[in-house]
Structure formats: C-alpha cells, structure tokens
C-alpha cells in the first residue's frame, strides 16, 4: 500500500529542487521605465522699462507742428518720457539718445513730422552705427530726401501724402530689413494736408496705445513679418497695423469672410494681394493680412494632477 505522507513528501522535494531552474528559465520581468520629465515651461516674459519717447516738429514747427506737441502732451499724461525738439536739432539729440541708452537701456521710440520724420531715421541711423536698436519709429508726412529705414529698427510706420510738396516722403526700408513695416498714403483724402496730418486725434489715440503696449510685446521672430504699402481709400480713418502676415486659405474661404474673420477691411485684403474684392480663391494659396502687434495673453495656470492613489499591496 502507497504511503501518502511519504509521497506528499518526495513531491515536495522535486519543486524545491526544480525551482531554481525554472526561476532561471522564466525570463525577468523589466523594470517599468521611468516617465522622461516634462520639460519645464520657459520663463515668463519680464516686461522691458517704460521706452524713451523723442518727437520732432518739421520746418518751421512752432506754427505748423503743433500736433507734435499735443502729441507729446497725451504721452506724457499716459505717463511716459516724451520731448518734443526742433529738427534743427536732430544730430545732438541724436548723441543724447545714444548716450542715454548707454547709460541705461530702454527701449527708443522716434516720432517725427515733416522734416522731424528725416530727423528720425537719421538719429536711426546713428544709433544704427553703435548697434543700438530703435523699437519703434513712425514718420508723418516726412520730407521727400528722408533716407531709407535702416536695419536696427524694430517697427516702422509711415503715414504720409504721396502729392504733398512739403513732405510726400515715400520712405522704404534698406535691403534685407526685416523688421514691420507699414506705408499709409493718404493722398485721397481731401481733409488731410500737410499741416493738419500730424494733428489728428485719432492717429494720437492710436500711437499712444502702440507706445503702452510696447513694454509688453516680448522680442519676436521677424521673418514672417510682411510688409504693408496702402493708399488708403476717401473718408477712411487709417487704422494703425504693424505689418502682414500670410494666412493660408482654406476650403471656402473667400476674400470677404477672411476680412471679417480678422476684423480687417476688405480693401485691405484686396491691396495687399493685389486681387480684386470678389477674387475667386484657391485652398492652399496665401493671403496677407494686416495685424498689430499685441501683448501674448496671460498663460492659463498649471495645474499639477493629485499622484495616483497607491495600489493595495
């Protein structure tokens, strides 16, 4: 007869004698691989000091640049550094600006009218000649022998009247600029003159918002940035853009649902692409389209996920 006990106990001795092997034949698990850390977001962009505000009256500028020094008044009542100079002036203060952002940098922002706006791309090209960037200039109706906008300026905006004799400056930027840049010939309205343009309240409005928000805007890749030139229509209140920007077209698009999706006006959309206002368009072509440049909106927080709940041993 078969003794059990003796047989449970032979069988227990072959698993413990099989068991090693069969612990090295069976393969061993892996270990589970670490997650790669989320790479960190990049750091917050740290506004740049209020900029340093130069404007320069034309010819003669005591009696017709006045709008220079209402100008200037509004900038200072938003709280920024604006002096208004005679052109006669522009080499030495020239100096000045290149001296004070030696000292201390901030950003150079030159607003000049007639003979004022030659003055600002020559004080342009004199910092131009000590590396120095200018953030912002912006010529009205500047004289006809103002020069090329040179490569150190950051964003160029010209608001002139191509038929004025005593301005009618049709300032472009020199080869290889890669800056924004933005032409606004008002020669079609009637209103406008060469000594009433620097005087409007709504270019004011406009440029004083520019200069706010100009602290906020970090550095930016300039490649895209296309070039604007537009000979705006009668009647029409010039609205300030910085440059273009090329839009590809979608199944459905056209001209006008394009203009009203970026809140631009259609003859906009028609001058920059020298197209007609109902062009039939193609999915895949671009578009250019005017833009401002504004403030990145403020990163939403994040939310760091509670850890998993441990798992029940």
């Not at 032979?10 to 090693?20: I, K, N, R």
């Not at 034949?25 to 960190?40: D, E, I, Q, V």
Request: glycine share 6%; aromatic share 6%; net charge neutral.
């Amino acid at each position: 007869m078969i003794d059990l006990r003796r047989l449970v106990a032979l069988a227990a001795v072959a698993l413990l004698v099989l068991s090693p092997g069969m612990a090295a034949a069976s393969p061993a698990k892996s270990k589970a691989t670490a997650a790669a850390p989320a790479a960190p977001p990049p750091p917050p962009f740290e506004p740049l000091p209020p900029p340093k505000i130069y404007l320069f009256r034309g010819a003669m500028g005591p009696i017709f640049s006045t709008g220079m020094d209402r100008l200037g008044e509004k900038l200072t009542q938003a709280g920024f550094s604006a002096d208004v100079y005679e052109f006669t002036l522009c080499r030495f203060i020239g100096s000045r600006v290149i001296a004070s952002y030696k000292e201390k940098a901030a950003p150079i922002v030159l607003i000049g009218h007639s003979m004022g706006g030659l003055c600002s791309i020559v004080i342009s090209e004199m910092a131009a000649k000590e590396s120095i960037p200018i953030s912002l200039v912006i010529a009205i109706d500047p004289a006809h022998a103002t020069g090329d906008v040179p490569l150190n300026v950051e964003r160029f905006i010209n608001i002139f009247l191509s038929d004025s004799v005593l301005g009618g400056g049709d300032v472009v930027a020199v080869p290889g600029f890669r800056g924004h840049y933005a032409s606004y010939d008002l020669k079609e309205n009637a209103r406008v003159s060469h000594i009433n343009i620097e005087k409007s309240d709504d270019i004011h409005r406009q440029i004083v918002e520019m200069v706010t928000q100009l602290p906020r805007i970090p550095p930016q890749t300039q490649a895209g940035a296309v070039p604007l030139r537009y000979l705006v229509p009668p009647d029409t209140l010039v609205e300030l853009w910085d440059s273009g920007v090329r839009v590809p077209v979608r199944r459905g698009d056209t001209m006008e649902s394009i203009a009203a999706a970026n809140r631009v006006p259609l003859w906009t959309l028609a001058q920059s692409n020298s197209l007609a206002e109902n062009a039939q368009l193609t999915p895949g072509q671009t578009i250019i389209v005017p833009r401002h440049l504004t403030p990145p909106e403020p990163a939403a927080a994040m939310v760091t996920p509670p850890p998993a709940p441990a798992k029940r041993k």
